[in-house]
Every structure is written in structure tokens, then in C-alpha cells.
T-cell receptor, first 113, second 112 residues
Framework: GENVEQHPSTLSVQEGDSAVIKCTYS??????FPWYKQELGKGPQLIID?????GEKKDQRIAVTLNKTAKHFSLHITETQPEDSAVYFC????????????FGEGTQLTVNP | NAGVMQNPRHLVRRRGQEARLRCSPMKGHSHVYWYRQLPEEGLKFMVY????????ESGMPKERFSAEFPKEGPSILRIQQVVRGDSAAYFC??????????FGPGTRLTVT
């Protein structure tokens, strides 16, 4: 089955700096890679995703890159703000009907004002 | 358009009791997934259901756990004879046949 590893487990940055979170996956059949943000006491919220037919996707301050050859993908947050503080999870999926997400262990991001 | 709804949000059970967790998917979504999150850990897949069908339960513990998604009403995750190790956050997600999964707010189960 799929195995997703995520690094770092904790990340502390100053407001305005960039934050990068990296994930690797094992199953070459995976072709869908979402990122979720989870605030304390809440459910995961989908913030961006990428499919294997593209190498990069950007949405305002958030971008995701994918290297299918190396089986890794990364989340980039620029101009971080205190409200970006949360736990971020990467996941991988074959995206066939009903396929299930395999999650990384999460990164606790703290943005210091 | 309401999102995925779960209830109760918090549930306290004594060891040996039963826990029932409910999930109503987003409107138009026919697929429901249950995930479990232990403290300080990521989410682990438990089961995937469509209406009246369990499609994949490979992540469910072999005993005490069951799930259903009836023709009418919410999906139910049932845990019989709960033990302290069942204490966790249980999240439901829903999706169309192929597409993004959207998560509910979760049910936090505490077993005393």
C-alpha cells in the first residue's frame, strides 16, 4: 500500500517569511496530492491540490510542486501570517472511484508575529 | 450548501459502552469515508461506503467496529464495548464518485 512521509514535524517562522513542507510517497500509481490545513479542534480543510499531469500549482500565497520521478511534492506558503498557524497534512491518492487518502503525519506550523 | 455534518461533536463513554457516531455528507455526494486521528498523529483510513454498500473496510479493526450508510439517513460508525484505546477524533469525509474529499468537524470520543 501507499506510504506518505512528511517533514518537518514542526516548523516555526517569523511573520512574512516563507514556509516549506515536504512529502514523499511510495506508490507510483498515486496521481492526486491534496494538502489539508487543520486548526485546533476542527476538521481538515482542503487548501490546495495537484494532479500528476502538472508540476506546479499556485493559489495566491500558497503553491504546491510535484516531482513524479522522485515521488515527492511540497507545499510553499509565502508571506506567512499568524493565521496560517495550524497543522498541515499532505496526502496521496490514486483518485479512482472511492480510493482512499493516505496521509502524512502532519506539520505543526507556527507563525510568530 | 451545507458542508459535511457530524454529531455529536464530543462523546464520553465508559469502558464497555457503545458509541454511535453520525455523518451526513455534503449535498450531492454519494461517497462517505471514515478516518480516525489519534492524538498527535495523522488521519488513518477506516472505511469507505456508498449508499447501502460497504466498498472498502480494510482499515477497520476486525472486532467491535462497524459502519453503515443506509438508503435514508446519515452514515453511522458504531463502536461496541469501547476501550480506552478507542479515544480519538473520528472524521467523516464525503466526495462525489471521483473528486476531492471534504471533511466534517469530527467527533471527539473520550473513553473513561
Amino acid at each position: 500500500g501507499e506510504n506518505v512521509e512528511q517533514h518537518p514535524s514542526t516548523l516555526s517562522v517569523q511573520e512574512g517569511d516563507s514556509a516549506v513542507i515536504k512529502c514523499t510517497y511510495s506508490d507510483s500509481a498515486s496521481n492526486y496530492f491534496p494538502w489539508y490545513k487543520q486548526e485546533l479542534g476542527k476538521g481538515p480543510q482542503l487548501i490546495i491540490d495537484i494532479r500528476s499531469n502538472v508540476g506546479e500549482k499556485k493559489d495566491q500565497r500558497i503553491a504546491v510542486t510535484l516531482n513524479k520521478t522522485a515521488k515527492h511534492f511540497s507545499l510553499h506558503i509565502t508571506e506567512t501570517q499568524p493565521e496560517d498557524s495550524a497543522v498541515y497534512f499532505c496526502a496521496a491518492d490514486e483518485e479512482t472511484s472511492g480510493s482512499r487518502l493516505t496521509f502524512g503525519e502532519g506539520t505543526q506550523l507556527t507563525v510568530n508575529p | 450548501n451545507a458542508g459535511v455534518m457530524q454529531n455529536p461533536r464530543h462523546l464520553v463513554r465508559r469502558r464497555g459502552q457503545e458509541a454511535r457516531l453520525r455523518c451526513s455528507p455534503m449535498k450531492g455526494h454519494s461517497h462517505v469515508y471514515w478516518y480516525r486521528q489519534l492524538p498527535e498523529e495523522g488521519l488513518k483510513f477506516m472505511v469507505y461506503l456508498q449508499k447501502e454498500n460497504i466498498i472498502d473496510e480494510s482499515g477497520m479493526p476486525k472486532e467491535r467496529f462497524s459502519a453503515e450508510f443506509p438508503k435514508e439517513g446519515p452514515s453511522i460508525l458504531r463502536i461496541q464495548q469501547v476501550v480506552r484505546g478507542d479515544s480519538a477524533a473520528y472524521f467523516c469525509a464525503s466526495s462525489p464518485p471521483v473528486g476531492e474529499q471534504y471533511f466534517g468537524p469530527g467527533t471527539r470520543l473520550t473513553v473513561t
